[in-house]
Nanobody
């Protein structure tokens, strides 16, 4: 199995910055995608940003130019640098790892970390 532990959430004023980190442990294969999703109250969970083991990135349109995702394959960590935060970025942020597991793609999730942006 895979365990994901997030850190770095909190309360920040609009326009401020936060950095989220996620450490993965367990059975992690070299080919995988790590990413961050978020879920605001009353809304569905949505992709924020993802990065493959080859450092190919994908961002939600709403965060392009403000958020940067990065990873360290040697440490199995993924980070999300969030700048110019807006109130609408308020949500629980979940770390995700997707890899082949028993012949099929499988998602593993962290427990989530709250990000609150105040005006």
């Amino acid at each position: 199995q895979v365990q994901l532990v997030e850190s770095g959430g909190g309360l920040v004023q609009a326009g401020g910055s936060l950095r989220l980190s996620c450490a993965a442990s367990g059975i992690i294969f070299s080919i995988n995608t790590m990413g961050w999703y978020r879920q605001a109250p009353g809304k569905q969970r949505e992709l924020v940003a993802a990065i493959t083991n080859a450092d190919k990135t994908n961002y939600a349109d709403s965060v392009k130019g403000r958020f940067t995702i990065s990873r360290d394959n040697t440490k199995s960590t993924v980070n999300l640098q969030m700048n110019s935060l807006k109130r609408e970025d308020t949500a629980v942020y979940y770390c995700n790892l997707n890899q082949i597991w028993l012949g099929a793609k499988k998602d593993f999730w962290g427990q989530g970390t709250q990000v609150t942006v105040s005006s």
